[in-house]
């Protein structure tokens, strides 16, 4: 699995965190910034990311920021999108088995650093379960291509 992550200034803690957790569990991911503490603006991390897993050039993506509410507003403009906001564990897993969620977004002003961990590891290595699940996504990507 590939991962692209990113996060605005107010998500940096976090997006390091993630980053070791990625290396530790073995998987493969692009950072796309930001490379600093100073104001950005949200959209110019979540859209690069977006359209990286849109693409298909990666499987998933992790965006945070200070409320991860812009990052996940924004990432899910971009077609083929299903990118949640979880800031719990049992939403993790749900998002994942129920929506095949491809973004995970996430607030450092919100969270700390250990819960974050556990929300991406979950995340990361739950299995989306189709079956019923599947109708719903189709009617998103119906609307999605009118
Ligand atoms: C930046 O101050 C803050 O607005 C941003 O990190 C995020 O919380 C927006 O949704």
């Known amino acids: 699995m590939k991962v692209a992550i990113g996060s605005d200034h107010g998500g940096i803690h976090i997006r390091e965190e993630i980053k070791k957790l990625m290396d530790e569990m073995g998987i493969e991911y692009e950072d796309f910034g930001c490379e600093c503490d ?8 979540a859209f690069p990311v977006a359209e990286k897993v849109a693409s298909g050039e990666v499987d998933r993506g992790i965006l945070i920021c200070g409320t991860g509410i812009g990052m996940s507003i924004a990432a899910n403009k971009v077609k083929g999108i299903r990118c949640a906001l979880v800031h719990d564990v049992f939403s993790a ?3 994942r088995e129920h929506n095949d969620s491809n973004i995970l977004a996430m607030g450092e002003r919100v969270i700390g650093p250990g819960l974050a961990r556990e929300i991406a590891k979950v995340w990361l290595t739950t299995d989306y379960e189709g079956g019923r699940h599947a109708n719903r996504i189709g009617k998103i990507s119906d609307y999605e291509n009118k």
């Open 38 to 45: 100073t104001s950005v603006d949200y959209p110019d991390y």
């Open 93 to 95: 897993k749900s998002t």
